[in-house]
């Protein structure tokens, strides 16, 4: 079965930088979507990027605009979560996910596969 393998993350200052990393195995890099979320204490577990894999449709949070970007390789069947000028505040628990169809929901229900999780820790 399809999976999720989860790598990156950590502590840093605020400012600083952070690379998430999300390969698929068992499953064909097409025709689906590919997103990361963040879950913090308190709140909803929140899309901030999704991306159709070999396409376009790249959305973010507006708490993430201008600072976070996806992208993916095709050769390795990975996405990517590079993460610049963080703050205390992107401090979570961040999800790699996958929804198999050529649209991207918002909410989490919408995605059925799951990565294990990489905590992401920003100190001020």
């Known amino acids: 079965q399809a999976q999720l393998m989860e790598s990156g993350g950590g502590s840093v200052q605020a400012g600083g930088s952070l690379r998430l990393s999300c390969a698929v195995s068992r499953y064909p890099f097409v025709r689906i979507c590919m997103a990361w979320f963040r879950e913090t204490p308190g709140k909803e577990r929140e899309r901030i990027t999704s991306?159709?894999?070999?396409?376009?449709?790249?959305v973010y949070a507006d708490s993430v605009k201008g600072r976070f970007t996806i992208s993916q390789d095709d050769a390795k069947n990975a996405i990517y979560l590079q993460m610049n000028s963080l703050k205390p505040e992107d401090s979570g628990m961040y999800y790699c996910a996958v929804q198999f169809d050529r649209s991207c929901g918002v909410g989490p229900n919408d995605y059925k596969l799951w990565g294990q999780g990489t905590q992401v820790t920003i100190s001020s």
């Open positions: 991306t159709l894999t070999r396409g376009a449709s790249t």
